[in-house]
């Protein structure tokens, strides 16, 4: 028993495993995706002239556009170990903390994979007015990571759920909140605020403080939802 | 250097239906045995109870090293297992796969270990092919591959040769012999052919 | 609880209320000073969801460490009770709305809070009717319980900086600001609903209890002998 693998090593595997199988496949990317796209699009059309709309309520919005393409996407790395009969193997390899740490690190770079492609388009069509581009960009990535915090541990409970269905969003809703909401007021700080920064802070800081308390809660129970 | 495993009494209930109740055992490296019994008996339930798959309800599985009881992480390095409902990840190719639970596992090897271990079982030439092209006895030999990789002492075996023809057979009884020869060796089956494998542990069913 | 107990509960709430309907003067400060005796109902409601929240976070954690069903039926109960309290608080609370600024919601965070909790329970059933298996619901669901507590402890703590600069701010009359009248009436009917809430809560215990021995009985064949598992 001299091989020692350390949870971070095992999370790096499973990590570098999850994106060869998904960019072989693209279930995840392409259901993600391509909901932001169309809702995007959709909102776009439908809101035509953007000028009309308040900032709130395009900075609330995008982030209702972004929190339901996570739903669309983010429980995918785990029921895909479910249905495709690997899960078994992989409990008998890695650590219930490797496993949880590996596709949390997905689910973040799916979710800055989709910021990456949605919050340009959405600036674009929507024509947001960005006062503190570096401020917006903090925020973007502060709350997809966050996002992503929230609804990891919630997918590993769907994925082991008889009957999947819609209820990875209505589990995840409650989760996400917290984040949903400080990131949607940070936007709209981002967007209009003269001071942005200052009102901003403590949005971050709540984001922060968010995924501190999420991640180690979602550790503590995940073993319990990953062993039979 | 010996291993054991013990089972204390082990069960498990699903929804206040009983799959398995009171099942003691005890094996010493090196050997092989089996675990006998009926489809729908609870031969695989059993098997993953002993690999660590599944939490007893009722009971304990301990392994021992020298005496000393083993953690849950030394138990995964401990444990290679086969079975026809563990699949690998079929996108991936052998290589892949073989990467991936090498690479979990934390050993140092190189792309060049790995293919020679795969020229081992005869699948060097589909290295790179993904794995949803295999036949059944290549997605065999590439299992009994990943469940050894690391070289655990103890080997788990569920219905090993179902849906084999007669060189799969072969191959997994020259796995289990070589594997008989350090390890412990254990074998759930109901197939006739299989059952001089090793000697019966335990017999589940009417 | 005890028959004795039960009538003095009911005579006891039944007392809280004529009291606040009859006897309490009209609430100064407010717009319909006879509907904000609500308040006295209101508030009491609203400290028994949040109760009850807090008990299933606990008969979670609990599950997860013991693995008795009976925890788990704990933390399901609290549940059930902690919706049903979370809707009469928001009920009381809406009609008190009405009356006071003329439209039934406001954002105010409290409310607000209450709704979210009301959500969380809401996806806390529909996951356990989702997982058939016995154990595996309850390993789920406390999983998912101890994850949603903290999400709403964020909730509640950032809900009133949100809340103030996204709209203008409905101050739900302070606490402190009540006449010691309401005050008391509030915490009589607070002890009377508390009584309630935990007679409810061994009656559903009860009926638990029961349909376990019941399916336990039914699913045992004679000559299966159960030895050394517990029951």
């Known amino acids: 028993m001299s091989r020692s693998s350390g949870w971070a090593r095992e999370a790096i595997a499973v990590f570098a495993k999850d994106w060869l199988v998904e960019l072989r496949t693209r279930v995840a990317l392409g259901a993600v995706v391509l909901f932001a796209f169309t809702s995007v699009v959709a909102s776009g059309f439908a809101l035509e002239p953007p000028s009309g709309v308040p900032a709130e309520v395009k900075a609330s919005l995008l982030w209702v556009i972004l929190f339901f393409a996570a739903v669309a996407g983010l429980s995918r790395v785990f029921v895909v170990e479910e249905e495709t009969r690997t899960?078994?193997?992989l409990r008998l390899t890695v650590s219930p903390a490797g496993v949880f740490v590996g596709k949390l690190a997905f689910n973040t770079v799916l979710m800055c994979l989709l910021c990456a492609v949605t919050v340009p388009l959405y600036l674009l069509l929507?024509?947001?007015?960005?006062?503190?581009?570096?401020?917006?960009v903090v925020v973007v990535v502060l709350g997809s990571m966050a996002l992503a915090c929230a609804t990891t541990a919630v997918g590993a409970i769907v994925a082991k759920a008889t009957t999947r269905g819609a209820l990875f969003g209505v589990l995840a809703f409650p989760v996400a909140l917290p984040p949903l909401l400080v990131a949607i007021h940070a936007t709209k700080a981002a967007w209009v605020s003269e001071n942005g920064w200052r009102v901003a802070t403590g949005d971050l800081q709540v984001l922060t403080g968010f995924m501190l308390v999420i991640v180690p809660a979602s550790l503590l129970v995940f073993e319990h939802i990953w062993s039979e | 250097?010996?291993?054991?495993?013990?089972?204390?009494?082990?069960?498990?209930?699903?929804?206040?239906?009983?799959?398995?109740?009171?099942?003691?055992?005890?094996?010493?490296?090196?050997?092989?045995?089996?675990?006998?019994?009926?489809?729908?008996?609870?031969?695989?339930?059993?098997?993953?109870?002993?690999?660590?798959?599944?939490?007893?309800?009722?009971?304990?599985?301990?392994?021992?090293?020298?005496?000393?009881?083993?953690?849950?992480?030394?138990?995964?390095?401990?444990?290679?297992?086969?079975?026809?409902?563990?699949?690998?990840?079929?996108?991936?190719?052998?290589?892949?796969?073989?990467?991936?639970?090498a690479r979990a596992r934390g050993l140092p090897v190189q792309d060049n270990d790995l293919l020679s271990l795969l020229e081992q079982v005869q699948l060097r030439a589909q290295a790179h092919d993904p794995i949803a092209t295999f036949s059944t006895g290549m997605v065999q030999r590439l299992k009994v591959l990943t469940a050894l990789v690391h070289r655990p002492p103890v080997l788990l075996l569920d219905e090993p040769g179902s849906n084999l023809d007669e060189a799969g057979m072969g191959f997994v009884r020259h796995i289990i012999r070589e594997q008989m020869k350090d390890g412990i060796v254990i074998v759930a089956t109901n197939d006739t052919r299989e059952m001089d494998y090793g000697e019966p542990l335990i017999r589940l069913g009417a | 609880m005890s028959n004795i107990a039960k009538a003095l509960t009911g005579v006891w709430i039944a007392g809280v209320i004529a009291v606040a309907f009859l006897w309490l003067p009209p609430a100064q400060g407010f717009r319909s000073p006879e509907a904000a005796r609500i308040v006295v109902f209101h508030v009491p409601c609203a400290i028994l969801t949040f109760v009850a929240f807090l008990l299933n976070a606990a008969y979670s954690w609990g599950y997860l460490r013991t693995r008795e069903p009976l925890t788990d039926a704990k933390a399901n109960i609290a549940a059930e009770l902690g919706m049903l309290f979370a809707v009469l608080a928001?009920?009381?609370?809406?009609?008190?709305?009405?009356?006071?600024?003329?439209?039934?919601?406001?954002?105010?965070?409290?409310?607000?809070?209450?709704?979210?909790?009301?959500?969380?329970?809401?996806?806390?059933?529909?996951?356990?009717?989702?997982?058939?298996?016995?154990?595996?619901?309850?390993?789920?669901?406390?999983?998912?319980?101890?994850?949603?507590?903290?999400?709403?402890?964020?909730?509640?703590?950032?809900?009133?900086?949100?809340?103030?600069?996204?709209?203008?701010?409905?101050?739900?009359?302070?606490?402190?600001?009540?006449?010691?009248?309401?005050?008391?009436?509030?915490?009589?009917?607070?002890?009377?609903?508390?009584a309630v809430f935990v007679w409810m809560f061994r009656l559903r215990l009860r009926v638990e209890i029961a349909e376990t021995r019941l399916r336990q009985q039914m699913s045992c064949e004679p000559e299966t002998t159960l030895t050394g598992a517990k029951r």
Do not use: C
């Open chain 3, 90 to 194: 928001t009920v009381t609370g809406s009609l008190f709305a009405l009356e006071q600024w003329g439209s039934a919601w406001n954002w105010d965070p409290r409310e607000t809070s209450i709704v979210m909790l009301m959500l969380v329970y809401a996806a806390y059933f529909v996951l356990r009717g989702a997982v058939e298996e016995r154990t595996k619901r309850a390993r789920l669901s406390a999983a998912y319980a101890l994850l949603a507590f903290p999400a709403m402890v964020f909730l509640i703590w950032i809900l009133p900086r949100i809340v103030e600069s996204l709209h203008p701010s409905n101050t739900l009359f302070s606490r402190s600001g009540l006449d010691p009248m309401y005050r008391l009436t509030l915490w009589s009917f607070f002890a009377g609903l508390l």
């Open chain 1, 87 to 89: 899960a078994d193997a």
């Open chain 2, 1 to 101: 250097m010996s291993w054991q495993i013990v089972l204390r009494r082990v069960g498990k209930v699903y929804d206040e239906r009983p799959v398995l109740w009171d099942i003691s055992a005890k094996v010493t490296a090196p050997g092989a045995w089996t675990i006998l019994g009926p489809n729908g008996s609870g031969k695989s339930t059993l098997l993953k109870l002993i690999a660590g798959l599944l939490t007893p309800t009722d009971g304990e599985v301990v392994y021992l090293h020298n005496g000393e009881r083993l953690t849950a992480q030394q138990r995964r390095q401990a444990v290679g297992m086969v079975a026809p409902d563990m699949a690998l990840y079929r996108p991936l190719t052998a290589l892949e796969n073989l990467r991936f639970f």
């Open chain 1, 126 to 136: 929507l024509e947001a007015p960005v006062r503190h581009w570096n401020l917006f």
